[in-house]
Structure formats: structure tokens, C-alpha cells
């Protein structure tokens, strides 16, 4: 096998979706090897049934129709787990890193030719058995590999489609509890949104609710949730369930704060974001209407920590916001990001002072530190989800001052401090405003910071004026902050207008940091 000396192992990574920007880090020399592989639809015994064909084996045991999404054309490749596990082998020990391998199989079956296969397996009558349910969003009609390179290296689909159905189903049979109470999964849609358009929630018995004599064609069926990068209708309250990653972190805390205080039923997730079987898990037993991320690598006791943590910084940032991402793209879920402003820096197009602000179709200029290029990677990709609500947040400031996270107690705890005007976001007012974003559907990327700029001096002014009379600091230039830090910063000014027209209630950054930070915490 082919790779670097100092490495003691290749790391395999199956992606679901575009996991290829890790090998874009691979311009980095501190990157890990890696061999891409790209599955289909792998099936056999042991799979959590959520998935189409345990789901419609399990459903057959029990005597329950079988619902197909839509009217079945679907076409799937089909893969038994067994030769997958094999193609692993192979590429582990032939295949080369840096290149990309796909597993896949030529034989493609439809949906409902498996359904009806499932069917003849139990003696069932499919015309009797097989409903048609409403089409899920984002139901594609055809994936298709081509595995010729995966051939190349010697590997080959050695089950056939009869024997790995009987292998799978022998094993349903043989353990039916295996998987305990599942019934959340063998409905026909198990987490069907509360999205503009999908109104329905299948939260009854599945061989009632839901299921209609004909086929659904895709004219008929519901309407993607989320169009565009806009505000798309509005949830009702009553019925709101929100999932939040990032339990233990700042933004993630204040988050479940405010659903307290609104009195809307909330969960942390427990899964790694970087583990998809996690996830899944989580929004099984959940069943969010929408799904919150405010987890992310963000370094202790900075950002500097991710120049060393490299693959670190990438599993969280980059496979686990993607990984998050898709997951509720699959199960019809907006996911509102958390992501970050400091991806931009002044420009001659965007200069100090000039008012001229980065917008939300800017493409991110700055990659200064890894911390902020892997951001601006994600942001890019996330762009194809249109599933996602990018909030790009900035130098986040809270009325809590004793957090050493708050960007008012980092730059008065500084024995110096540079002085540039910058977009920030006070978290007391914007946060609630996420919150009625998710409640809007809101989707696409926004620049989610108060209105204008602020300087750290201006900002200092204020503490001195609020807080402490005695209160003194020393500036110092960028020059001379650069010997202090690993990485060098972000500073910009962000074009809010967008989030304005949305929310014309929101105050501009001097406004706020004086109403939701200063008056709260009024000493003098
Ligand atoms: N604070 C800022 O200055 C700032 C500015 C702009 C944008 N943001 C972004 O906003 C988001 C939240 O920031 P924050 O300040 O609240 O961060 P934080 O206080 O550092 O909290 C991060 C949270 O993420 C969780 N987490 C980290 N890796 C995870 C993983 N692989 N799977 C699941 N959870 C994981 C942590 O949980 P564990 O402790 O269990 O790991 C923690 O709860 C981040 O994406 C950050 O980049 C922050």
C-alpha cells in the first residue's frame, strides 16, 4: 500500500455525502491518508430497520402492509453487507491512497420489485400487502456507482440478490427482538417533519395512518420543505420538538435556556457528531421538528489549540457538521448551524471603515487560521443543503460577563488589545432570533450579527463607563498581536440587512450591546 512513511495506518472512510473535502486537506502535511470510498445501498442481516429492507421484512412478521414512498420507480443498488465488508478488505490492502473507490453493484432493482420480492419470500400477496404512502422530500430516484476501478483491484459481488434476501430474512426470523422496540422505525415516515407543505405526522399504528390505494406521483406529493435560501412559512409553536448539540457549550446552554423560557419541549442530542449511527439514533428517539448545532470545535484556551489539532478540528467541524447536515436532510429536518463570520477579512472591495459590509453571497476570503478555513470549507459544501440554515456568527457577546468566552470579558482580561471596528453578534438578542428563525423555516446562509460595527476600544469605553471607572488598557497593532498568537484573526464587517429585513425590530451593535450587556450589568 501506498502512503506516507510517518504513518502507521490508512484510514478508510466510507462518506455518504461530500466527505472529498478531507481530501482537500490533504494539502496539508499534517492531514491523515486517506482512501475514499463511496457506497450504495448496502443490505443484510443485523441492519437497524429503519432501512428498506429489514423495515419491509420485519413489517411481513407482523403482518403490516408495507409502505412505499411514492409510487416505488425508485431505483436502488442493492449490495450484500457481506461483499461490501469484502470490498473494504480489498481496498484497505490494494487500493491507493488519495484515490477514491466506489462499491457498488450494476444490478439495480426498484422499490417496489424488492417489496414484492419480500412478498413471495413470506407468501404474501403484494397487491394486498404493498401501500402507497406519500413520497418523502428528498427521495431520489437513482443512485448509480460505476465499480469498474474497485474491479480493477479484484474484488467482485459474490451474492446474488436471492441468496442475500434469503440470508437476511433467515436472520430477521431467527431474531426478531434483536433490535427491541422498533415500531418508531417501521412506520411509514418515522420522523416526518413539520415543514411548510408536510403537514402530516404518521404517529399512528402504520397500517392505518398514512397510506393511500394508488401510487403518489411526484407532482402529487408534498412539496420540498425548504426552498431556497429564505424564510418559508412558519411552524406551529404547539407542536415544536427541538434537538440541540452542544450540551455542555456555550451557545448550546443558551439555547436550552431560552426553550425553557418559551416552554418549547427541547433535547440535547447525545451523539458524536461525527457518528452517524448516533445521530440517527438520537432523532429516532427524539423526533425533532427541528434540529439545532451548536456543537463545534471551537479550541481551549482559543482557536490556536486547532493549528495543532488538526484532525481533530476536521472530525467535528468538517465530517461532523456534514455528517449532522445530511442526516436530517434524510430525515426532512432543518438543521440550523451555528457557523461563524470569521471567514472574511477587510478587502479593498470591503475596506475599514468603508460601511461596505461582506454579504451572504460573498465567498469567504479568509483562511488565515485552520480553525476558519475548515468553517469556510463547510460553508461551501453546506450551500448544497438546502435542508440548512448557516447562521454566521461573530465575536458572540453575552450579558453574562464572567464567562471567559464573551468576547467584552476576553479583551478586558488582556494585557493588550488590537483596536478594529468589527461585526458582532449579542448573543441575549440574536439567539431568541435563531429560535423564531427555525420557527419561520428559515434556510440558506445568513450573517447573523447586529447592524454596524464596533471597535474594541469603543467597546472598552462602554465597560469603563458601565462596570469599572478604574478601568485602563493598552492597545497594540496587529504587528505586534501577531507575536502573541499562533493564527492570525479574522476582522471584518458583515452586511446585515438581510437578517434586518427579516427581524426590522433588531438594534444596531452599539444599541444592543448597550441594552441586552451594559444595563443589565450597570454598576455605576
Ligand atoms: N464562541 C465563539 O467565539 C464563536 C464564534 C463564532 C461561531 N461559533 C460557533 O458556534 C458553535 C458553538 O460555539 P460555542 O462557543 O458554544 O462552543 P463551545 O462552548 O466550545 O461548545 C462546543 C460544544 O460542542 C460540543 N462538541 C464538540 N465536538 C463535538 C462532537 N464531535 N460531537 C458532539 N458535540 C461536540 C461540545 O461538547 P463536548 O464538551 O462534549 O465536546 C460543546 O458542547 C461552534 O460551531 C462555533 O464554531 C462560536
Not at 439495480?108 to 404493498?130: H, M, N, P, Q, T
Not at 468538517?318 to 461563524?340: H, P, Q, S
Not at 453578534?425 to 428563525?437: A, G, Q, Y
Amino acid at each position: 500500500m501506498k502512503h506516507h512513511n510517518c504513518f502507521q495506518q490508512t484510514l478508510i472512510l466510507p462518506p455518504k455525502l461530500g466527505l472529498r473535502c478531507l481530501s482537500w486537506l490533504m494539502e496539508d502535511p499534517m492531514a491523515l491518508p486517506v482512501i475514499t470510498t463511496r457506497g450504495n445501498n448496502v443490505y443484510g442481516p443485523n441492519q437497524f430497520p429503519e432501512k428498506l429492507i429489514p423495515k419491509f421484512i420485519l413489517l411481513a412478521m407482523r403482518g403490516k402492509p408495507l409502505p412505499i414512498h411514492g409510487d416505488g420507480s425508485n431505483v436502488r443498488s442493492y449490495l450484500y453487507c457481506e461483499d461490501v465488508a469484502e470490498a473494504f478488505e480489498v481496498i484497505l490492502h490494494k487500493g491507493e491512497v488519495g484515490h477514491i473507490y466506489n462499491i457498488g453493484t450494476k444490478k439495480e432493482r426498484r422499490v417496489i420489485d424488492v417489496a414484492k420480492d419480500i412478498c413471495k419470500l413470506f407468501s404474501l400477496d403484494a397487491d394486498a400487502v404493498i401501500k402507497f404512502v406519500e413520497n418523502r422530500p428528498f427521495n431520489d430516484q437513482r443512485y448509480f456507482l460505476d465499480d469498474q476501478k474497485l474491479k480493477q483491484l479484484g474484488w467482485s459481488e459474490r451474492t446474488t440478490w436471492e441468496e442475500g434476501l434469503r440470508k437476511t430474512l433467515e436472520w430477521y426470523t431467527s431474531n426478531p427482538d434483536w433490535w427491541g422496540d422498533v415500531s418508531g422505525a417501521l412506520l411509514p415516515h418515522p420522523r416526518m417533519l413539520m415543514m411548510p407543505g408536510i403537514e402530516k405526522q404518521f404517529d399512528g399504528p402504520a397500517d392505518v395512518k398514512g397510506m393511500v390505494s394508488q401510487p403518489m406521483t411526484h407532482a402529487n406529493g408534498p412539496k420540498i420543505m425548504v426552498e431556497g435560501p429564505k424564510c418559508n412559512g412558519r411552524s406551529n409553536s404547539s407542536s415544536l420538538k427541538f434537538l440541540i448539540y452542544g450540551r455542555t457549550g456555550w451557545i448550546g446552554g443558551l439555547l436550552g435556556d431560552i426553550c425553557r423560557k418559551q416552554g418549547i419541549p427541547y433535547e440535547y442530542g447525545r451523539g458524536r457528531l461525527e457518528n452517524r449511527s448516533q445521530l440517527l439514533l438520537d432523532i429516532q428517539t427524539i423526533k425533532p421538528t427541528h434540529v439545532f448545532n451548536a456543537a463545534g470545535v471551537t479550541g481551549r484556551p482559543n482557536v490556536d489549540w486547532c493549528e495543532s489539532h488538526k484532525p481533530e478540528t476536521i472530525r467535528t467541524n468538517v465530517v461532523g457538521t456534514l455528517n449532522l447536515a445530511d442526516v436530517c436532510r434524510e430525515n426532512g429536518l432543518l438543521m440550523m448551524n451555528y457557523a461563524t463570520g470569521c471567514i472574511f477579512e477587510y478587502d479593498t472591495e470591503h475596506p475599514e471603515g468603508s460601511g461596505i459590509g461582506f454579504k451572504e453571497e460573498d465567498k469567504p476570503n479568509f483562511s488565515g487560521s485552520f480553525y476558519s478555513k475548515t468553517k469556510a470549507m463547510v460553508e461551501e459544501l453546506l450551500k448544497e443543503y438546502d435542508n440548512v440554515c448557516t447562521l454566521r456568527v461573530r465575536m458572540p457577546i453575552s450579558s453574562d460577563l464572567s464567562n471567559p468566552r464573551n468576547f467584552i470579558t476576553k479583551i478586558t482580561r488582556y494585557n493588550k488589545v488590537v483596536n478594529i471596528p468589527n461585526s458582532m453578534t449579542i448573543l441575549d438578542e440574536l439567539l431568541p432570533i435563531s429560535v423564531e428563525m427555525a420557527k419561520r423555516n428559515c434556510s440558506g446562509i445568513w450573517n447573523f450579527t447586529n447592524p454596524g460595527v464596533v471597535s474594541h476600544n469603543e467597546i472598552l469605553e462602554m465597560y469603563k463607563k458601565y462596570i469599572d471607572p478604574e478601568f485602563s488598557w493598552l492597545n497594540f497593532t496587529l504587528e505586534e498581536q501577531a507575536k502573541v498568537i499562533v493564527a492570525p484573526r479574522s476582522n471584518n464587517e458583515m452586511d446585515a440587512s438581510k437578517l434586518k429585513n427579516e427581524f426590522p425590530e433588531l438594534l444596531p451593535i452599539k444599541e444592543s450591546l448597550i441594552k441586552f450587556v451594559f444595563e443589565p450589568n450597570r454598576k455605576l
